[in-house]
């Protein structure tokens, strides 16, 4: 699944279903990927795509970090 250069919607539905997908296929962690460097267009996808998520998993929050040790990328 690449949404990296998608816009938001399309991101979303995407990822809503490939988390059906993964679901049905019995999947009990899921591991949302971004870019570490933030680099998407001005609007934007991780905030909505990560909001879609947790609403799937009816959750309240998410863990998100930005982190890429081995480019220096770190916490």
Request: proline share 8%; glycine share 4%; aromatic share 10%.
């Amino acid at each position: 699944m690449k949404t990296r250069t998608v816009d938001p919607q399309h991101a979303v539905r995407e990822s809503l279903e490939t988390f059906e997908w993964l679901k049905m296929a019995g999947c009990e962690q899921l591991f949302f990927k971004y870019d570490s460097t933030f680099d998407s267009p001005p609007q934007g996808k991780l905030g909505p795509v990560a909001d879609a998520l947790a609403d799937a998993l009816n959750v309240d929050f998410v863990i998100a970090c930005p982190a890429l040790p081995e480019s220096k990328r770190t916490l």
